[in-house]
């Protein structure tokens, strides 16, 4: 496998089934301790992390339309099956809507509501394992679409769905001037 562009070597040799599964292991603990070990009720932290959840379930389903509609997918294959680089709707404003960015925001958002060490913890565990999946991902994007996906690469940002949404309208306000 072509080794992504600034991926930590060590990474490369961690499987993204390992990533996952363990990462999936800790979320379900961290729901377990919003049960659990959640601290006294603070209305604010709890509709933030709302927000977190709800936020993620848009950057978990939207992605599934946008491969389905532009990523070339043949008949009776699953969503993930593209050949075909999609670089629009979610994916022009980050590059891992589903395994990156969803992900990160259900973690944040279980450690908003929880508000115990025990999710902080595993939460923020969890929340590294998705981020080095990233690597994984991206590898496997140059190995599936070459130089197409470096040239991605370099325009839109890993996870941080906030910074492409800036890049987007700097993008758009330089088209604009011309």
Not at 125 to 133: G, R, T
Request: charged share 20%; with cysteine; hydrophobic share 45%.
């Amino acid at each position: 496998m072509k080794k992504a562009d600034g991926i930590p070597g060590w990474v490369s040799e961690l499987s993204s089934s390992w990533l996952v599964g363990a990462g999936t292991v800790l979320t379900l603990l961290q729901f377990i301790f919003v049960f659990i070990a959640r601290s006294a009720s603070n209305p604010v932290w709890e509709w933030a992390g709302w927000i977190c959840l709800w936020s993620a379930g848009i950057f978990g389903i939207l992605p599934i339309i946008s491969f389905r509609k532009h990523g070339r997918v043949h008949k009776g294959k699953s969503y993930i099956h593209t050949t075909r680089l999609v670089k629009n709707g979610l994916y022009a404003l980050v590059r891992h809507p589903q395994n990156g960015t969803a992900w990160i925001l259900i973690n944040f958002g279980l450690m908003l509501i929880a508000r115990h060490w025990s999710s902080f913890v595993t939460g923020g565990l969890s929340i590294l394992l998705a981020y080095l999946d990233t690597y994984k991902a991206d590898e496997r994007c140059i190995e599936k679409f070459g130089n197409a996906y470096r040239d991605y690469l370099a325009k839109v940002p890993r996870v941080n769905f906030l910074y492409g949404i800036l890049l987007r309208l700097k993008k758009r306000m330089d088209d604009g001037e011309k």
